[in-house]
């Protein structure tokens, strides 16, 4: 799909073009380039992924405030407004919390399904949710509702199952420019001149002296690009993270020998943490041209990992001393911050401290469930 178009601001110059750019992001129409296979345009695993508490809180808060609006809507005073309320945050907070469990709980299973089949059966699933969350509201009464009002329930709930659906694979579409962005600042930073050529010509220098540790750098270097150039739709563990990184520092370690001085603390508890690809080593390599490479003396690098209850936690200090010969533009601190808040939610932190003669990066993310 074409990028950027001539039509002015705010116009469309193609409605039907916008539309089925709007079902591509819903998941309803494959996105097919010209020559290849058609392929979705989302990462089917992450609209399913509602196992997150900040949203579970939003959707909760939506439910209720089209309640309240829609309740609002029939109610002839405040008493029978606040009667309809209370019933329906009833019906409506268990209908909501069912669904959204029973989607978390085979987040596994519904990609599965081709498109049509998803949307079916989360919409029968919410019609079921709500008829359930009103046949318990009714339990204790002795007259049983009308037909009508069982069957206006359900498809109530059908149609805020649609409603939280379609929010769900719009909200995974939105990870997509993330994951693009990533990819795009990690191949332009692999494929920098000086670092190629810094890489190649240790390699090169070695091969004399020892082809074995030749080898091992020709080989970290492949398993960069290889990283670099692969799919980030989906979520790696953090004992990846750490490898590659350990790999990028063995590389560097060449080049910089002694002046580079890394301690690891790694808690083999933490390894299994889910984390978006592509997450240590962007903030490594900055530690390395901004905390090391300006400075003569070379600089401390220190990369710590460790779980603490349900949550791990990831620091990353370099020292700081010459100011950096390359001005940094804060692409992978913004790009790393962003791809956490849409994978973890506000079950991750992302924290930087830039006080005295130290940089340290703080991340906290859900420790593997």
Not at 139 to 157: H, K, L, M, Q
Request: with cysteine.
């Amino acid at each position: 799909m074409p990028l950027f178009s001539r039509a002015r601001p705010g116009r469309s110059a193609d409605p039907w073009r916008d539309s089925k750019q709007l079902s591509q992001w819903l998941g309803l129409v494959p996105d097919a380039g010209p020559g290849l296979a058609p392929r979705p345009l989302l990462d089917p695993s992450r609209a399913f992924d509602v196992c997150h508490v900040g949203l579970v809180l939003r959707a909760v808060l939506g439910a209720q405030l089209l309640l309240g609006l829609g309740t609002a809507l029939v109610a002839r005073d405040a008493a029978q407004w606040l009667g309809l309320l209370a019933n329906g945050t009833a019906v409506a907070l268990f209908a909501v919390l069912a669904w959204l469990l029973l989607v978390c709980a085979a987040k596994r299973v519904w990609p599965r399904l081709p498109e049509a089949g998803q949307w079916a059966a989360l919409l029968v699933l919410g019609a079921g949710c709500a008829w359930a969350g009103f046949a318990l509201l009714y339990f204790w009464v002795d007259e049983p509702p009308g037909a009508w009002r069982v069957g206006s329930v359900a498809a109530a709930g059908a149609c805020g199952a649609a409603a939280l659906l379609a929010w769900l694979k719009l909200r995974a579409h939105g990870q997509r420019p993330a994951d693009a962005l990533a990819q795009l600042v990690e191949l332009q930073s692999r494929i920098r001149p000086h670092f190629l050529f810094n890489t190649l010509n240790s390699a090169m220098a070695l091969i004399a002296v020892d082809p074995a540790r030749a080898e091992a750098v020709l080989e970290d270097l492949s398993e960069l690009f290889r990283v670099a150039l692969a799919d980030a739709g989906t979520a790696v563990t953090l004992g990846e993270e750490v490898e590659l990184a350990r790999r990028y520092l063995a590389i560097e370690q060449i080049r910089f020998g002694e002046r580079l001085r890394v301690q690891w603390q790694l808690d083999p508890a933490a390894a299994g943490a889910q984390v978006p690809p592509l997450l240590l080593q962007p903030l490594v390599e900055n530690a390395v041209r901004h905390g090391v490479e300006p400075n003569d003396e070379g600089g401390d690098l220190s990369i710590t990992t460790l779980r603490r209850g349900d949550e791990v936690e990831m620091r990353i200090v370099n020292s700081v001393g010459a100011p950096s010969r390359t001005a940094g533009h804060g692409l992978a601190l913004a790009n790393v911050r962003q791809r956490l808040r849409l994978m973890h939610d506000v079950a991750a932190r992302f924290e930087v401290d830039e006080g005295g003669r130290q940089f340290a990066l703080r991340i906290v993310v859900p420790a593997a469930v």
